[in-house]
C-alpha cells in the first residue's frame, strides 16, 4: 500500500448512528488533515493533527470527533449527524520539514458520506 | 484564516486550446499550490510556488507566482481530454504557518473540454 487510503470509499448512515471513518497513510509524514468537502463550497479544513498532537480545531460541531493514535493513522468519528452533514470528507498528510519550505498534501481518495 | 478567490468557475473549451486561470487574495501568500482532482477522487498536487515572480512548469502545465504576492496563475497548453477535472488553488491558512497547520483552497475551476 502506498499514499493515503481512505475506508470506507462510501458510507450511509441514519442520523442516530454512529460510525468512522478511517485513514492511514504510508508516506512517513508527520502530519494529517481531516477536510470537508461540499458541493459549490471550497474545501473546508476540519481538524489538524501534527506529530499527534491536534494544533488546529476549525470550529467543527462536536459530533464530529477526531482520533489520531500514531502518526500513520486518523479516525473521524461521527454521531448524531445531520442531512447538511453529507458531503465527501477527505484525509490528507503532508511533511512538515520546519524550515519554511512547504510540500503541499498528499489526499486520499476520500468517503462519500450520505446522511439520511 | 485567509481567503482564495479562483476565476473562472468553469470553462468549456475545445480539445488542442489553451487554458488559463486564476487565484487572488485580499492578503500576502508565501506560497501557492495549485492541484487537480478528478471525479471520485481526492485532488492531487500538480504545482507547488514559493517566490513571487516564480514561474513553474510541470508537462503542459505553467504556473506563476504573482510579483504582488497576492495572486498566481496557473495555465495548461494544447488541452487533452484526461486534463478534465477541478483545478483548485491552494495556500497557508495561516500566513505566519508554513502550511503544516492547514492549507485554504479556492472553490475551484471546473474544466469541461468539448470533442
Known amino acids: 500500500e502506498t499514499g493515503v487510503t481512505q475506508t470506507p470509499r462510501h458510507l450511509v448512515m441514519g442520523m442516530t448512528n454512529k460510525k468512522s471513518l478511517k485513514c492511514e497513510q504510508h508516506?512517513?509524514?508527520?502530519?494529517m488533515y481531516w477536510y470537508k468537502q461540499s458541493a459549490k463550497k471550497p474545501l473546508e479544513l476540519m481538524f489538524v493533527?501534527?506529530?499527534?498532537?491536534?494544533?488546529e480545531n476549525n470550529s467543527v460541531p462536536s459530533r464530529f470527533s477526531p482520533e489520531c493514535p500514531n502518526s500513520s493513522h486518523l479516525f473521524l468519528h461521527l454521531h448524531t449527524l445531520q442531512p447538511e452533514d453529507s458531503a465527501l470528507y477527505l484525509c490528507?498528510?503532508?511533511?512538515?520539514?520546519?524550515?519554511?519550505?512547504?510540500?503541499?498534501?498528499?489526499f486520499g481518495s476520500g468517503t462519500r458520506l450520505t446522511v439520511v | 484564516g485567509q481567503q482564495l478567490n479562483q476565476s473562472p468557475q468553469s470553462m468549456f473549451i475545445q480539445e488542442g486550446e489553451d487554458v488559463s486561470m486564476n487565484c487572488t487574495s485580499s492578503?500576502?501568500?508565501?506560497?501557492w499550490l495549485w492541484y487537480k482532482q478528478d471525479p471520485g477522487e481526492g485532488p492531487v498536487l500538480l504545482i507547488a510556488?514559493?517566490?513571487?515572480?516564480e514561474l513553474t512548469s510541470n508537462g503542459r502545465l505553467t504556473a506563476q507566482f504573482g510579483i504582488t504576492r497576492k495572486d498566481s496563475f496557473l495555465n495548461i497548453s494544447a488541452s487533452i481530454p484526461s486534463d478534465v477535472g477541478i483545478y483548485f488553488c491552494?495556500?497557508?491558512?495561516?500566513?505566519?504557518?508554513?502550511?503544516?497547520?492547514?492549507?485554504?483552497f479556492g472553490k475551484g475551476t471546473h474544466l469541461i473540454i468539448q470533442p
Open positions: 493533527y501534527n506529530f499527534k498532537e491536534q494544533t
Open positions: 508516506l512517513g509524514h508527520n502530519a
Open positions: 492578503s500576502i501568500f508565501n506560497t
Open positions: 490528507a498528510s503532508s511533511q512538515d520539514s520546519g524550515q519554511g519550505i512547504y510540500y503541499g498534501y498528499t
Open positions: 510556488l514559493y517566490k513571487a515572480g
Open positions: 491552494a495556500g497557508p491558512l495561516h500566513y505566519s504557518g508554513g502550511g503544516a497547520d492547514g492549507l485554504t
